[in-house]
């Protein structure tokens, strides 16, 4: 591989990177918050290659001309996959295979005097199990999640929350009571709506907390822009 092909897979990467980060392609690896750096690094990647074609171009014929083996050609492997596969958001398999991730935050913001409540899954599960919903009770909540159900059956409503990237993400989870759909699929995307309930239980796979929320009404909704939801480590 010489050098003017070194720059070509460079620029190919960098176009490709800055694709990412242009869409919302980029959300299936990392968190919102490193979109800015992923875009510098794109633009740093493009500015390499267009250098080192400059330099080839001004440099005398025949000088350090070397030959890498073929096995470099590898190399290119990892920009075809990150081009041509892109993979979907972690869904039940993985919730299941992990125990719930609920963590006690470091505080409870404020929340609406009046309406209903919109909350991400740890933000309920968090105030239902470490503020013991004091400031849930008597409020109607929406919450929107996709389903898991265990080997029983149960249903659970599961966000994924990433610190970093798409390989730290693990899952919160809350099961769900009252008037439940009959017939849930995995990996659907549901907004229930529904209340506060002191009733919990723990995960099966690392006795974790899991609050459970009554379920007053249920609908299938499109999957969300960002499939995770981002947490402070």
Same mark, same amino acid.
């Given at each position: 591989m010489n050098r003017q092909a070194q720059?070509?897979?460079?620029?190919?990467?960098?176009?490709?990177?800055? +694709?990412?980060g242009l869409t919302d392609l980029?959300?299936?690896?990392?968190?919102a918050g490193? *979109?800015?750096? /992923?875009?510098?690094?794109?633009?740093?990647l493009i500015a390499t290659a267009l250098a080192t074609v400059w330099y080839? *171009?001004? *440099?005398?014929?025949?000088?350090? +001309? +070397?030959?890498e083996p073929r096995i470099s050609w590898l190399l290119t492997l990892p920009l075809f996959a990150l081009i041509l596969v892109a993979p979907p958001a972690l869904g039940s398999y993985s919730a299941? +295979?992990?125990?719930?991730? /609920?963590?006690?935050?470091?505080?409870?913001?404020?929340?609406?005097?009046?309406?209903? /409540? *919109?909350?991400?899954?740890?933000?309920?599960?968090?105030?239902?199990?470490?503020?013991r919903g004091r400031s849930l009770r008597g409020r109607t909540v929406r919450v929107t999640g996709f389903v898991a159900l265990d080997r029983a059956g149960e249903p659970y409503l599961v966000r994924m929350g990433l610190n970093c990237c798409a390989a730290d993400a693990q899952p919160v989870k809350i099961a769900l009571t009252g008037r439940v759909p009959p017939v849930l699929q995995p990996d659907t995307w549901l907004e229930v709506t529904g209340s506060y309930t002191s009733r919990r239980m723990k995960d099966p796979v690392n006795d974790g907390p899991i609050p459970y929320l009554h379920v007053t009404g249920a609908r299938p909704v499109p999957a969300p822009r960002d499939p995770y939801e981002t947490w402070n480590s």
């Open positions: 720059a070509a897979l460079l620029f190919l990467l960098g176009a490709t990177v800055l +694709h990412a980029y959300l299936r690896y990392v968190k490193l *979109r800015p750096l /992923l875009l510098l690094s794109g633009a740093v080839e *171009r001004r *440099r005398a014929p025949g000088d350090g +001309h +070397h030959h299941n +295979h992990a125990g719930t991730a /609920l963590q006690k935050p470091f505080g409870f913001p404020d929340l609406p005097a009046t309406g209903t /409540l *919109r909350l991400g899954v740890a933000d309920y599960a968090g105030r239902a199990v470490y503020d």
